[in-house]
Structure formats: C-alpha cells, structure tokens
C-alpha cells in the first residue's frame, strides 16, 4: 500500500511555552516527524517562544536533543535532523510583561507570506492564555489564518471553564480555538468512526437492541509521575473522565453524523453528553493507591498524607436517548493499576434462541478497540471448537489487525502529528467545540461537588492492581465482568 502524505502550504507554527516538558516530549517531534514525511513545505517556521534566555543556536540545540531524546530512530538521521533545525526559531517572551513580543511581531513579519497559516500552541497553564491571547493582538500577531491550540485542563468546573472561553473568545473566532484532546488523534479512535460508519455490518446493531452493555478502560500503571502538586487538586475524574473517556464515549455512542465535517461531529458528540444521565452514588468507585509490589502510596507520591483525591474512577451511566435506553455505559480510569491498557469493549447480547442447547454455554460476540499500549479492532465471534465429539462451542478473536493487512505503510502517526497537522489545515473535526467542553463539565461537576459534600473517602486498591474490588463488585452485581486489566 502507498501511503499518502499530502503537503500543506507554508505555515509558522510558534510553540508558546517551547522549553517546557509538552513541548519536548510530543510537539517537537511530532512536526519533525511530518517534516521527514515530506508534509511540511520548505518555507514553514516553528518558532520556540518561552522566558528562557535562548538565542536561535541554543534553541536550536535544545530541539535537536529533544528529537534524539523523544522522537525515537528517525532522529539518528542527522542530515533531517539538521535541515529540520534550519526551519527553528526563537524568541524570549514573558506572557506576564511586555518582553518579547514585539520581537515575535518582527520575526514573524520577516519571511513568511502575508496570508501563511500562523499557528499558535499554548503550551502553558491555562493560567496563561488570557493573557497570551491579549498580547497576540495587541502586537499585531494574528491574522485572519491564525488559530490558536490550547490543551487540557480547560477549566477545573463549568464556572472556570466558560470564564476560559469566555477570555479566548474576547480575542479569537470559535472557528479559530483548536481544543485539543490527544486521544481524538489516535489511529483507532478514527477508525472506530470508519468501522461504525464506513460498514453495514455495525450500524444497524449497534443500539441497545443488540448491545448489552458497553466499558470504556483508561489505565495507566504509572504513577502521578512528578505532577504530583497538580494532579492532588485535579483528580481523576477532571483529569481523565471529564474530557478523555467523555470523548470515547461520546464516539462510540453519537449518532451518524450528517457528513464527516466539524460541527456535524461536535454537533452529535454534543447531543451524546446531554443525553447523559446524572450518576446515582452506588453507581461510582472512587479509589485511591496505597503502596505496595515497591510502589510509594498515591500519599507519599504527592507528598500530603490526607488527601483525599482520586487516583482511580469506576461508574456506569446511562444515556437517555431512543438508541441507548437500557444499556449502560461502564467507564474505568486510573493510575498505578496492574498494567496499561486502554480499550473500548462492545458486548453484544446472547442469540435470542440458542439451538446448541444449554450445554453450549454462553457465548456472545465483542467488539474489542484498543488503543494502548497497541492498535487494532478485535471482534469475537463463535465457531464450532475443531475436531469429533458433538457441536461445542468457543470463542475466536477476528483480528483486524492494520499493519498485517496494510502493510509497513500503515505505520500510525503519533496524535500530536495528525491533530498538529489538522491544526494547519483548519480541520477542527478532532477538537472539542466550547459548548461541549462546558457540557462535559456540567455532568462532572454535580458529581465532584457530591463527593466534597459527604468528604467521600477513596477506596484504597494495591499499586499495580486492578482497582478497589468496589469496582468489581459494581460490575458483579450487574452479572457482567470488566474486560482486560487483571490483578
Ligand atoms: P512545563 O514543562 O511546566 O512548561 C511550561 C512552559 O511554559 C515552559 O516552556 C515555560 O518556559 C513556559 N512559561 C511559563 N511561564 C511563562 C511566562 N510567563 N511566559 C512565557 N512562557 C512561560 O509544562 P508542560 O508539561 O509542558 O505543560 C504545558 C501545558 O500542557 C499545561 O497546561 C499542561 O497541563 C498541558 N499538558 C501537558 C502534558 C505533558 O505531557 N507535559 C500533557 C497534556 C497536557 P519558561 O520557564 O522558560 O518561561
């Protein structure tokens, strides 16, 4: 297979916040990535913009050893490395003062076409952008191809989350704020829209007729990983359920979009989260990591031996709509559970009438996405087991798996290279809307406010396990099991 990589024109893309760990570990590869694919034209720009005193050389270092350090074996090719070099730039700027700016005005006045694509990732604090978003047009540096990418956490509740809307919107077109949600990115998270929408085999069974139920698993086996601060006053549900697995969600369940364009997606994505119902108490598991197999407690991670935060989220929800009525939805998030692994299980119900008798067993079909640590749809289907002896019955995996049947060509980019690439190209599809960032946060909220209310204690669960067994007594009591993830 042929793969096709399509150039877009010249762009300046100026990483706001270009020294620190974002900025490393995925934009900086990420766009050295699509410039050794040939997608990025001569011409483009990235341009490093932090406090840090750097001059065009020392930035420029700074990116070649991010790349050597981040971008994996296609950084041992020093002559890309070097020609990519030749496109950085950098300019010292404080988001708080006046320092820098009109410097960035210059330099971006200097070489790029009037009408080129000015990119601006803000890969700040939030704390920053009102801020930042002011300065872009009090200097002049924005014109009408300008967009702006902002990244999670949008807001800490819906107040904070319009009040940041609110802020960009003073400066920018709705058209212009890029939201950007890294699990929209992935390879299979796509796919599930073309598996949904582009086969007949799915659509027609995919409602609350022919599901049982659906999970959604986020785990990580990491820890708070040197976030400890700010992850101790964030949680897992803002941190993860509020825009990740309410973006999975949202995916798997929204209607058939009209066309494949932005707002038709965003528009039924919308219609998914306000369909939500509120989640009943005996519905969630929150839990928290003690320490064991060598791993420090969550505590001892953060450094406060009273917290009271979420290092782990269980529940099941309901969608008040015609498709879902009937069917729950069960989501699981957390950290420093027995291994990573992110996937997305479709349980079809049992044959209305099985002619095997009961001595067949149960058997049911699963739809199987993953998306961590690998990629690939699985759907089980039942078979005749092999060999004499009556008609028993087992389970089979039916493999789609894309490298097998595409060939090396179907190497999947990183998210940051699509949705960085989707920025330049004005393709807002994968990046969440303000109204459904605040919708989200409408759902969440009644939710954490709940939990302060009562002083709700997390449930503590063994590092590198599978969760408190609450959330499997959830699950058990419904007589349903959670997918993957063992303890
Ligand atoms: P970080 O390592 O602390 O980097 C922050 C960047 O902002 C640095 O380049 C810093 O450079 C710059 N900065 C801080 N104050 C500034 C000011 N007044 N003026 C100009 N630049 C300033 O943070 P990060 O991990 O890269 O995260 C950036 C954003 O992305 C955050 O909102 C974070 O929540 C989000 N995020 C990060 C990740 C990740 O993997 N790291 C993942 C998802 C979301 P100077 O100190 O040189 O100014």
């Keep these: 297979m042929v793969s096709r990589t399509i150039p877009v024109d010249s762009f300046d893309l100026v990483v706001i916040g270009g020294t620190g760990d974002l900025a490393r570990r995925k934009i900086l590869p990420a766009l050295f990535k699509r410039f050794c694919s040939g997608q990025v034209a001569g011409e483009s720009r990235l341009i490093g913009a932090a406090r840090r005193a750097f001059d065009t050389d020392g930035y420029r270092a700074f990116v070649r050893d991010a790349l050597r350090e981040f971008a994996g074996e296609i950084a041992l090719d020093e002559d890309a490395v070097a020609k990519f070099c030749a496109t950085v730039d950098y300019v010292a700027i404080d988001a708080r003062g006046d320092n820098g700016w009109q410097d960035l005005a210059d330099l971006m ?14 890969s700040v604090g939030p704390g920053l952008f009102s801020e930042i978003a002011q300065k872009l047009q009090r200097f002049g540096l924005t014109n009408e191809a ?11 509740d819906l107040d904070s989350a319009r009040a940041l809307n609110a802020q960009l919107a003073q400066y920018f077109d709705e058209s212009q704020i890029y939201r950007i949600d890294h699990y929209l990115g992935k390879e299979t998270v796509q796919n599930l829209m073309a598996v949904r929408f582009g086969n007949m085999l799915f659509e027609p069974l995919w409602n609350a007729q022919y599901i049982d139920h659906i999970q959604i698993t986020v785990a990580e086996s990491v820890g708070v990983e040197g976030r400890g601060e700010f992850y101790d006053r964030a949680g897992t549900m803002r941190d993860m359920v509020q825009n990740h697995l309410m973006q999975l969600l949202c995916l798997i369940a929204m209607e058939p979009p009209a066309h494949f364009d932005p707002d038709a997606v965003r528009d039924e994505k919308l219609k998914v ?68 692994d992110s996937e997305i299980t479709v349980v079809f119900k049992d044959t209305p009438h099985s002619i095997f008798g009961p001595e067949a067993g149960r058997h049911r079909n699963e739809l199987t996405i993953q998306l961590q640590p690998n990629e690939g749809i699985t759907l ?9 002896g009556g008609m028993r019955l087992v389970d089979v995996p039916l493999d789609m798996s894309f490298a097998e049947a595409l060939g090396p060509s179907a190497d999947t980019p990183d998210a940051y290279e699509r949705l960085i690439m989707d920025v330049i190209r004005g393709n807002q599809t994968l990046f969440m809307r303000n109204d459904e960032v605040e919708a989200a946060w409408a759902w969440t909220d009644p939710i954490i406010r709940g939990w302060e209310a009562r002083g709700d204690v997390p449930k ?17 009591r419904d007589g349903r099991e959670w997918k993957g993830l063992s303890k």
Excluded at 110 to 118: I, K, L, N, S
Excluded at 146 to 156: A, I, M
Excluded at 305 to 313: A, G
Excluded at 380 to 388: A, H
Aim: hydrophobic share 35%.
């Design 109 to 122: 006045e200097a070489g790029a076409a009037p009408d080129a694509v000015r990119a601006f990732y803000f």
């Design 146 to 156: 300008s967009r702006v990418v902002v990244e999670k956490p949008f807001g800490r």
């Design 273 to 340: 989260i306000r369909a939500l119902d509120g989640v009943q108490p005996h519905h969630i598991v929150r839990g928290q990591y003690t320490a064991s197999d060598g791993a420090l407690s969550y505590r001892e991670d953060v450094g406060n031996e009273r917290s009271k935060t979420e290092s782990f989220v269980a529940l099941k929800c309901h969608l008040n709509n015609w498709r879902w009525a009937g069917t729950p939805f069960y989501l699981r998030t957390g950290k420093r559970l027995s291994h990573r």
């Design 380 to 388: 089980g289907v039942t078979i005749k087991e092999p060999g004499p």
């Design 460 to 476: 503590p669960y063994d590092a590198y396990s599978a969760g408190p067994d609450d959330a499997m007594l959830m699950m058990r």
